[in-house]
Every structure is written in structure tokens, then in C-alpha cells.
């Protein structure tokens, strides 16, 4: 099937042995050229100073040449002994311990920075009820109603904020104005985040407010239910909660109640977290305040105040003077009905102190000492309290004829007042202030004629003396009479 043959074999004719080409390039040829430089001139300078044992021979060859003056030697030599005791005994005095020399400017203890105005409720002659800072100290907020109005009052209000640190800052036009139905009689910033804002409107409802949402700011309302205020609000406070980083709002009104709201923001609401209720026959009484308790079934609470210190107490301040601190953690059930709400209203009230002739619209804890407070009424002072006695440490009065803000200093032996704040017009009062805990040279001043005065505090009122704390501990430590 298969043989062996042979071939012829076969050639492919190359083509490019055929023809070659070579090709090549070169740059273009590179020129060099040298050049020099050199200084018209030369200058060489040099400068030395004499030597010292030189100086001093010349000076004093120069003094000794002069006659001494008549009697010198003999007056140095007598007043010797007298001047370098007198030296020992300032060295070892600790009369001026502590002193520190401020070469400041002290004609003007208070200046006036800004006077902010929303000129829409200037002409509606409402009133500035309430300041607050916010947590960064930057933004003003501001609330309006009327403190004049005893009677039910649906006037709308607003509420403004101003940035002090914004560039072309208007005075008269505030960065966000929220519209409210209602007047706006308690308002507080939080502590951690600076868009939100709680209030307290007359209505009796609790609202907290994003200033960062511009087209429906409002961020949870508590509206009317049997959980809810059915009076107005007087005070507003956030209340770090149990679950870290988280606040609840802390409010008080007219009706007795002091509720403690836990905020959902996803849903837009308000959980009633706990609820208190101060009713006249479980309010512990001094022998001060019994007679001023006695008037009302209820007490009413126009103002509140949080304990830095104790985070289980808190203070009031209610409509007939009653000045009480209270507990958180009380479980003593409220001689109130319960019936229809979430939670069972418990009674507060733990200790009672001197009352006020009036009611009680400011109390602030001392963030220096932890048994100090002070409180001011409408009856026109100011009283100094320990949380260990009943009756004050200290009364200030205020002037029945004049309209400003008075600055005091318990440093100083003399309680009348360091610094004044004029408040304008004649028959305009200041009704709120707050200080800036951030900016602490700040002092927002809200007034009836619905301005806001931002004023700049000295060095003199704003900072701490070495001696001031041992001065306060006294203040605290002294028994009242």
C-alpha cells in the first residue's frame, strides 16, 4: 500500500534579499555660548563693641571725678538699717497674694455690641420673653409673646436666630424667623447639637425646632392630650437621659406638672418619659413658706433649674413664691389621679426654703459650688441660697424706679451693684438674660420693647481671681440668720 518515491523539491523565491534600502536621521546641530559675570565693587563692614571692665572703669572714673552730693553718704548710711527691715518685712507679707496687675482700659465695664430686632413684632408691640445661646456660642435665639396678658392668648409669635459670627450680620433682620401660632414663653438650645431648639408656648405645648430644616423647621410637638401641659409653659430644659449622648426635654408649667419627654425624631413625637406634680398638701414646709403655700391646691411652677452637680436634683420656683428642690428619683405617688395618662405622676418636692413674696421667675445653680443657688422674684430680690439651710445666705433688692440690669460681685464687701445696663426708653424693662458659656465675656439682655442687646462684659466681670473660690467656700459655709 505505500512505496518510497522521491521528489522534486521546492523553492520560495525571497523578495527582500533583492532590494535594500537604509535610512537615517540626526538632530539639528546644538549651539553653546559662556558668559560671565563680576561685581562692580566690593565693600567689607565690621562693627564691635568695647569690653565691659572697660565701660565700668569709665563710668566710674567719670562719677568719681564729680563731687558727691552734701550729706548723701552720711543719709544712706543712717536710713541703711531702717529701709532693709522694712524690705525683709515685705518680702515674707502675703498681703498682695494672689494680685494681678491688668493694665486694661477700666472706663467701661459693659459695651454694647449688637441691639437685634425683628421690626415685624416691634410693630406688633410684643415683648422679648425668653434668650438662649446656642452650644457652639455663636447664634442668638430669641422668643416673643407678651408678659402683660393674664387672659388665654392665640396671637401668634415668632422665634429668631441671629449668627454673631456671620459676616454681613443685619441687626434688624434676624438669619430664621419661625412663625408660631401662639406666644412663646420658655425657650432653651441644646447642649450638643445647635440647630435644635425646645420652646414652650402658651397653649401648654412642648415643641423642639430644627433650625436646620428651613421649609418645616418644627421637629416634634407634644400637642394636646393627657400627657401634655394644659397650661402655659414656663420652662424648658434638656436632660441628658440614661442612654449615653441622648436628651430628653425637662418642662414645667402653671398647672403643677414638671414632665420629662423622651424626643423621637424619626417618628416626629414626644414619648412622656416621667411625670411629677406639686400639689399643696405633699410640699415639705419651713416655717417661712408655710403661709405662702397655703393659698392654692396647686403650685404652679414659673421657673426651673437643673442641679450641675447632683444629676437626681432639680429646683423651682412656683406662682406664689414657693422655692423647692426636688428628686428625680422620688416615688411618691402625686395625691392627683392618674387616670388617662401614659405614666404615674409621682411627687417631687423633697425640701422647702424661704419663700419669695411673689411669684418665682428665675433660679441658677452655681457651676462653681455644689450647695449654691440663686433665686429672684417679682416681689424685687434676689435672694443667695444654700441647699442645706432653708432661710438665704444673702438678699439683694432690686431698685423699684429704675429699669436696668445690675451686675453685683459677692467678692467685694459691698452688695451694691459693680456694673449697670441701661436699658433705653423710659418704662422699658429687661425681662430674660443669659450668659454665654462659650464666649463668656457675652451677655444676651431681652427687653419690652422686643429688642435683644448683646453686650461686652470687661475683663474686670469676666475673669476669675486666684482668691475667689476660697471667698465663695466662705459665702457657703456661713449659717444663715
Known amino acids: 500500500m505505500f512505496t518510497d518515491e522521491a521528489l522534486d523539491s521546492v523553492s520560495v523565491r525571497s523578495l527582500w534579499r533583492e532590494s535594500q534600502q537604509s535610512e537615517g536621521c540626526q538632530t539639528r546641530a546644538v549651539h553653546s555660548t559662556e558668559a560671565q559675570v563680576q561685581t562692580v565693587s566690593t565693600t567689607v563692614s565690621c562693627t564691635q563693641t568695647e569690653p565691659q571692665d572697660q565701660q565700668t572703669e569709665q563710668l566710674l572714673q567719670q562719677n568719681h571725678d564729680e563731687p558727691e552730693p552734701p550729706g548723701l553718704k552720711d543719709f544712706l548710711q ?76 392665640t396671637e401668634k409669635s415668632y422665634v429668631c436666630t441671629w449668627n454673631l459670627d456671620r459676616r454681613g450680620l443685619s441687626p434688624k433682620q434676624a438669619d430664621l424667623v419661625i412663625d408660631v401660632p401662639t406666644a412663646v414663653t420658655a425657650l432653651c438650645c441644646h447642649p450638643e447639637q445647635p440647630a435644635l431648639i425646645a420652646g414652650g408656648l402658651y397653649s401648654g405645648e412642648v415643641v423642639v425646632w430644627d433650625t436646620s430644616r428651613t421649609q418645616d423647621p418644627v421637629l416634634a410637638l407634644t400637642g394636646m392630650s393627657a400627657d401634655s401641659h394644659r397650661e402655659p409653659v414656663y420652662q424648658v430644659t434638656w436632660v441628658a437621659l440614661q442612654k449615653k449622648g441622648e436628651f430628653g426635654v425637662l418642662s414645667a408649667g402653671s398647672g403643677g406638672r414638671v414632665l420629662l419627654w423622651a424626643l423621637d425624631s424619626q417618628q416626629g ?15 415639705p414646709h419651713s416655717s417661712s413658706s408655710l403661709k405662702v403655700s397655703l393659698r392654692m391646691d396647686t403650685v404652679g411652677v414659673t421657673s426651673l433649674a437643673l442641679s450641675p452637680w447632683d444629676p437626681d436634683t432639680f429646683l ?26 401614659s405614666v404615674t405622676l409621682r411627687a417631687p418636692a423633697v425640701f422647702s426654703f424661704r419663700s419669695h413674696s411673689g411669684p418665682v421667675h428665675s433660679i441658677h445653680c452655681s457651676p462653681f459650688h455644689r450647695n449654691l443657688f440663686v433665686s429672684a422674684g417679682t416681689d424685687g430680690l434676689a435672694h443667695l441660697h444654700s441647699m442645706l439651710q432653708d432661710n438665704p445666705l444673702l438678699s439683694l433688692r432690686w431698685s423699684p424706679t429704675r429699669p436696668l440690669v445690675q451686675i453685683f460681685d459677692l467678692g467685694r464687701r459691698s452688695l ?37 442687646g448683646v453686650w461686652q462684659l470687661s475683663a474686670d466681670l469676666t475673669e476669675q481671681s486666684p482668691r475667689e473660690s476660697s471667698q465663695l467656700e466662705q459665702i457657703a459655709n456661713q449659717v444663715a440668720e
Open 316 to 341: 423651682v420656683g412656683s406662682e406664689g413664691g414657693l422655692l423647692l428642690r426636688c428628686s428625680f428619683s422620688s416615688k411618691t405617688p402625686a395625691a392627683v389621679s392618674s387616670e388617662g395618662q
Open 78 to 153: 543712717r536710713v541703711e538699717e531702717v529701709v532693709i527691715t522694712e524690705l525683709v518685712k515685705n518680702a515674707r507679707s502675703h498681703a498682695f497674694d494672689g494680685f494681678q496687675v491688668n493694665w486694661g482700659d477700666h472706663s467701661q465695664l459693659v459695651s454694647c455690641l449688637h441691639r437685634l430686632q425683628h421690626p415685624i413684632a416691634q410693630e406688633r408691640g410684643l415683648h422679648v420673653t425668653t434668650v438662649s445661646w446656642s452650644c457652639t456660642g455663636s447664634v442668638i435665639a430669641c422668643a416673643y409673646g407678651r408678659i402683660d396678658d393674664g387672659y388665654w392668648s
Open 269 to 283: 413625637s414626644f414619648v412622656l418619659n416621667a411625670a411629677y406634680a406639686l400639689v399643696r398638701q405633699q410640699v
Open 416 to 452: 451694691r451693684p459693680v456694673a449697670t445696663i441701661e436699658q433705653g426708653a423710659a418704662g422699658q424693662a429687661a425681662t430674660c438674660l443669659a450668659f454665654n458659656c462659650q464666649s463668656t465675656h457675652l451677655l444676651a439682655v431681652g427687653n419690652t420693647d422686643g429688642t435683644v
